[in-house]
């Protein structure tokens, strides 16, 4: 069993939809948790970034960390054709360099 | 602000040859890690520097690969020889502190034939 799971998808929603994507994962241990952005052909762009549980809003995202069930969500509020990407969730033991990457959901944002 | 600078972009070369993939992370930044993403195997950390030193290569595949720092505002990754299964995009990436969100090149994308 991986230590974090992603649904790859493809999700695909029509534009201006809210969006839900999840991971869960097995580590009681990781404390940092984030959210990158991958453009086709392109490197991994950070989205958010939290530390331990609750809610962080950046815009039209907010992530969320819940803990005692191990899962981590990001929300994309009013979705754009250029929100089409794929999302990967990654996440850290305290004091550890080790960041643990989802395999990525890929998502479709239909104009 | 000059972002992670990877060289080549792309790289096509033909099975047993060198491979030799650049970085150029962000200034000031005293992390530097290597990343090999497949599709099969997502993003795996190869190897990362502190301070130009190497702390963990522990995900370098092989004794095929190898990286260096030799300064602040450089790093390589070689494959020698190089070999189909190495096919894959190769990320650099550079952060203030170990444990933060680390800034991604756009990636060197290998294929050996």
């Known amino acids: 069993q991986k230590e974090v799971e992603q649904d790859p998808g493809p999700l695909s929603v029509p534009e201006g939809a809210i969006v839900s994507l999840n991971c869960t994962y097995s580590?009681?241990?990781?404390?940092?948790f984030m959210w990158y952005r991958q453009y086709s052909r392109k490197g991994p762009e950070l989205l958010m970034y939290?530390?331990?549980?609750g809610n962080k809003e950046d815009g039209r995202f907010t992530a969320q960390v819940d803990k005692s069930s191990k899962y981590i969500s990001l929300f994309i509020r009013d979705s754009q054709p250029s929100d089409s990407a794929t999302y990967l969730c990654?996440?850290?033991?305290?004091?550890?360099?080790?960041?643990?990457f989802g395999s990525g959901t890929r998502l479709l944002v239909r104009p | 602000d000059a972002g992670v600078i990877q060289s080549p972009r792309h790289e096509v070369t033909e099975m047993g040859q060198e491979v030799t993939l650049r970085c150029k992370p962000i200034?000031?930044?005293?992390?530097l890690f290597w990343y090999r993403q497949t599709m099969m195997r997502g993003l795996e950390l190869l190897i990362y520097?502190?301070?130009?030193?190497?702390?963990?290569d522990s995900g370098m595949p092989e004794d095929r690969f190898s990286a260096k720092m030799p300064n602040a505002s450089f790093s390589t990754l070689k494959i020698q020889p190089s070999e189909p299964r190495d096919s894959a995009v190769y990320f650099c990436?550079?952060?203030?502190?170990?444990?933060?969100?680390?800034?991604f090149g756009e990636g060197s994308w290998l294929t050996v034939v």
């Open positions: 520097f502190n301070n130009n030193v190497p702390i963990d």
């Open positions: 939290t530390y331990s549980s």
């Open positions: 580590n009681s241990a990781f404390q940092y």
């Open positions: 200034s000031g930044h005293d992390y």
């Open positions: 990654a996440m850290n033991r305290d004091s550890s360099y080790k960041l643990i």
């Open positions: 990436a550079s952060s203030l502190k170990v444990r933060t969100g680390k800034n």
